[in-house]
């Protein structure tokens, strides 16, 4: 009983814990790619490739779900 209790907690906590793991991989990326890739004058290209790969990345994932 502990265990399926405890299997039933952990099924509802995923999709916050999903959102907790999305959030610091994007605090990783903003901290640390964006400012270096910023830092030898190919801010314009830098900030194009993180756009067009965040537009990819939200297309892949409504497709993926529909």
């Known amino acids: ?16 814990a999903s959102g907790f793991a999305a959030g610091a991989m994007l605090a990783v990326v903003f901290r640390e790619l964006i400012p270096s890739s910023h ?7 830098a900030t ?9 990345l939200v297309v892949v994932d409504a497709v993926v779900v529909v």
Not at 1 to 16: D, E, I, K, R, Y
Not at 39 to 45: E, L, N, Q, R, V
Not at 48 to 56: P, Q
């Open 39 to 45: 830092g030898h004058g190919h801010a314009d290209a």
């Open 48 to 56: 194009g490739a993180f756009l067009v790969g965040f537009v990819l």
């Open 1 to 16: 009983m502990f265990g399926f209790s405890l299997v039933g907690l952990a099924t509802g906590l995923f999709p916050v």
